[in-house]
């Protein structure tokens, strides 16, 4: 079991010299809760599967008072006190948080809550795993309460912009017989403290709320709970008159119609009546041809307030998307998708319920290679927010190219908005902490399947363990995340470390160059796929995704001064920085401004000599991953490293495709050599 996939970085794998010594590691575990289903058992049993796994030992589970020897003590405080009596001193610790304390005799993992025990449960075994027996004490908290995934599951079994089989969750209609799938999943996004799963793709299917997927919703609650982690559904707006079977079928969906009212209440109880700890709704309305309140010139904070109203009395959440357009057309230069989220967003600041948190993708546009952050972040300091992350690589290699994204995150967590000229950094606000929100933190859309390494490819998993790491602690680093990331997955060996490392933090910069660079978008074919170089699909889609590029220019003009004024909606200092091409960075130049190819950058070379220049580098850099993969053959098992080549082989000649499409598309449409000589006939 060691080996299977589907432990992903819980493999607790033997590791040169990881003999059992009782000076190290207590023999005794005492797991303070009798029941099978609450995570502290569960906490109990992780800790002796991974004690026995990596050193061979079976520990005993308690799951009362033990002594007088060394034990591990895993419990929520409270219990733990009750037990042992008082703490010589009190951690101090908020909802999730744990305390975890190895420096005595006894080990004790003391969480706020079970949920938090079990966390810290999780912690201990990753340094078990990472032969770290440093003595340590400290207390551990999240910086936002909202992590969640978003699956984008249909009922169906398929998964919208899923790359790794059917859905775990989902067959013909209803939810699966067998959630064993679910269960697992579960442990695994418990460990990176992930504490809800929306299961559902947020272009949702009324006919998620029959009695019998109600039912069926139950028991996905059922099988995730014991790992802390909660159940959320996305909700088509329309549902009223979606003739759902088992509901009553209204004429409208106007969200304040009291019918209407009356029916989402009801559905609502329903559903709580099944899964009581139900983490809420996540709502995609007038978004991509989707129902919503714009449909009844109701706003949309009335149609968010609709379910935040039902949720309420069970301290449910609704997650509302910024993801809101309309589509727009490029023969007008000032029409612009990029404005649209903060022209609907700004105006409601202040009128969202509580328990409402907007839901804003981390660019302006669309998960792209590279994307300023979204200024809505900046724009409504009176209402909780979150950021979506895209751990499927829908525009960015579709887990066929390895591209390690939290350098990209970063990006925009780390990113300075400046509101009142005071440091106001992306990851402060969603965590609440800017603007003082109670209520805040991220969404990953994750979209795993039943395939065996969940996301279709070994190395896509480190996206996935960082997120959950970000999530808890957005100033987490890329480079700590992913070597910790390496040795749970492919052991202690440092050159594997190094040589992974190294690709991983490699990939993103050189994905970035092979496809589109200098704040470009991504240039993938937008119309179908999402996949592969289609830089002609960039114009005249109604989707916004431009770059406007022609014989002699290229790039959106998005000044104030002669574009659409996205600039403008950034924070002073911001907007100046943007507004200006002498102050706008080089890898965003394309994003802010319409420039000719010849415009020189700060790099000391032209705007079309660097897209030939960065193609061939980004390409280049793919061609090494295979080598330096190769180096660290039989240094991890055959069969990963003969499937994680296969991919890496794929990436090298898949980016060469990229480097050729894009020069050539750029040569042939500017008629301008390369200085190198590498690119066409002219
Ligand atoms: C992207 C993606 C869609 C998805 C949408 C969303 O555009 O391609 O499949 O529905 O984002 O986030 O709602």
Redesign the pocket.
């Known amino acids: 079991a060691a080996e299977s996939g589907l432990n992903a970085w819980l493999r607790y794998a033997p590791y040169a010299g990881s003999v059992f010594d009782q000076s190290k590691v207590p023999l005794h575990i005492v797991a303070l809760n009798t029941s099978t289903a609450s995570p502290v058992y569960v906490a109990g049993q992780e800790l002796q599967t991974g004690i026995d796994s990596i050193f061979g030992q079976q520990c005993n589970v308690h799951h009362s008072h033990w002594g007088p020897s060394a034990t591990i003590v895993v419990g929520t405080i409270d219990e733990y006190t009750s037990v042992y009596g008082e703490l010589s001193s009190t951690p101090e610790l908020i909802e999730d948080g744990f305390w975890l304390n190895t420096t005595g005799n006894s080990v004790q993992i003391l969480g706020q809550n079970e949920r938090g025990a079990l966390y810290g449960a999780f912690e201990y075994l990753s340094m078990l795993a990472q032969a770290n027996f440093t003595p340590v004490a400290y207390a551990a908290n999240p910086a936002a309460p909202i992590r969640w995934t978003n699956e984008?599951d249909n009922l169906d079994g398929s998964i919208?912009?899923g790359f790794a089989g059917n859905s775990i969750f989902f067959a013909n209609g209803v939810i699966v017989s067998n959630l064993t799938r679910a269960a697992e999943y579960a442990r695994i996004l418990a460990s990176i403290r992930i504490n809800a799963v929306v299961v559902n793709?947020?272009?949702a299917n009324a006919s998620l709320l029959t009695p019998d997927n109600i039912a069926g919703l139950g028991r996905i609650a059922d099988a995730m709970r014991p790992y802390g982690v909660q159940v959320g559904i996305s909700l088509f707006f329309a549902s009223p008159t979606s003739a759902v079977q088992g509901q009553a079928n209204l004429t409208t969906f106007d969200p304040l119609d009291p019918g209407v009212v009356n029916w989402w209440t009801n559905v609502t109880n329903q559903i709580y009546a099944k899964v009581p700890d139900m983490a809420g709704y996540l709502v995609?309305a007038n978004?991509?041809g989707q129902p919503g309140p714009l449909t009844y010139n109701r706003t949309l904070a009335e149609g968010a307030n609709l379910f935040a109203k039902a949720l309420q009395p069970y301290g449910g959440v609704v997650m509302f998307?910024a993801?809101v357009y309309n589509l727009v057309n490029e023969s007008i230069w000032t029409q612009d998708r990029a404005v649209e989220a903060v022209q609907f967003f700004q105006p409601l600041d202040g009128q969202f319920d509580e328990n409402v948190v907007i839901q804003i993708?981390y660019g302006p546009i669309?998960?792209q290679v590279r994307e300023p952050a979204s200024p809505l972040f900046a724009n409504i300091p009176n209402t909780n927010t979150a950021i979506?992350l895209q751990v499927t690589q829908?525009y960015l290699g579709q887990q066929c190219h390895l591209v390690y994204l939290p350098p990209l995150w970063q990006t925009v967590l780390d990113f300075d908005l400046r509101v009142d000229n005071k440091t106001s950094l992306v990851r402060d606000v969603i965590t609440g902490q800017r603007f003082n929100r109670t209520l805040g933190g991220s969404a990953g859309?994750v979209n795993v399947g039943l395939n065996e390494t969940w996301l279709g490819s070994h190395l896509s998993l480190s996206n996935l363990y960082a997120y959950g790491r970000l999530a808890w602690n957005p100033a987490d680093d890329p480079t700590s995340m992913v070597q910790d990331w390496i040795r749970l997955t492919f052991g202690l060996d440092q050159s594997v470390i190094d040589a992974i490392t190294q690709m991983s933090l490699e990939s993103w910069p050189a994905y970035e160059n092979y496809s589109g660079n200098l704040g470009e978008q991504t240039l993938t074919d937008i119309l179908y796929t999402?996949y592969g170089p289609n830089p002609q699909s960039q114009e005249n889609n109604g989707y916004g995704q431009w770059t406007r590029s022609d014989h002699l220019t290229v790039g959106m003009d998005r000044t104030v001064s002669n574009g659409t004024g996205f600039s403008g909606q950034y924070p002073p200092e911001v907007f100046q920085m943007f507004e200006n091409i002498s102050t706008t960075p080089d890898n965003l130049l394309l994003w802010f401004h319409h420039v000719n190819y010849t415009q020189m950058l700060k790099s000391g070379v032209t705007v079309i000599q660097d897209f030939y220049d960065q193609h061939y580098a980004g390409a280049a850099t793919a061609q090494t991953f295979v080598s330096t993969w190769q180096s660290i053959q039989g240094l991890i098992d055959a069969e990963r490293y003969s499937d994680q080549l296969f991919r890496l082989v794929y990436q090298a000649g898949h980016s060469l495709v990229w480097r050729d499409a894009i020069v050539n598309f750029y040569n042939n449409i500017s008629g301008i050599p390369d200085e190198a000589g590498r690119v066409g006939n002219h």
């Open positions: 984008w919208e912009r793709n947020v272009n995609k978004s991509e998307r993801f993708k669309d998960f979506e829908e859309v999402h």
